[in-house]
Nanobody, 119 residues
Framework: QVQLVESGGGLVQAGGSLRLSCAASGRIFSIDAMGWYRQAPGKQRELVAGITSGDSTNYADSVKGRFTISRDNAKNTMYLQMNSLKPEDTAVYYC?????????????WGQGTLLTVSS
């Protein structure tokens, strides 16, 4: 099994920066790709940024140029550096891992961490 624990959320003013962390434990070798999702009140969960095992990245249009996803394999940790934060970035941010399971994949989620951006 893979376990994911997010940290780093909090309250920040618009224009500020924050870094989220996602620590993975368990069967780390089975992780294929990872990503950050977010869910704002009353909205569906959406992909913010993803990173593959080969370190290819992709971003939602709304965060391109402001957010950077990265991973430190030595620490089994993924990060999301968020700059130029806007009130509309307010959401619960979830860490996700796509984990190999037999011939297919499972999705593993962290518990989420709340980011609030004040105007």
């Amino acid at each position: 099994q893979v376990q994911l624990v997010e940290s780093g959320g909090g309250l920040v003013q618009a224009g500020g920066s924050l870094r989220l962390s996602c620590a993975a434990s368990g069967r780390i070798f089975s992780i294929d790709a990872m990503g950050w999702y977010r869910q704002a009140p009353g909205k569906q969960r959406e992909l913010v940024a993803g990173i593959t095992s080969g370190d290819s990245t992709n971003y939602a249009d709304s965060v391109k140029g402001r957010f950077t996803i990265s991973r430190d394999n030595a620490k089994n940790t993924m990060y999301l550096q968020m700059n130029s934060l806007k009130p509309e970035d307010t959401a619960v941010y979830y860490c996700n891992a796509r984990v190999r399971a037999g011939l297919g994949f499972n999705e593993v989620w962290g518990q989420g961490t709340l980011l609030t951006v004040s105007s």
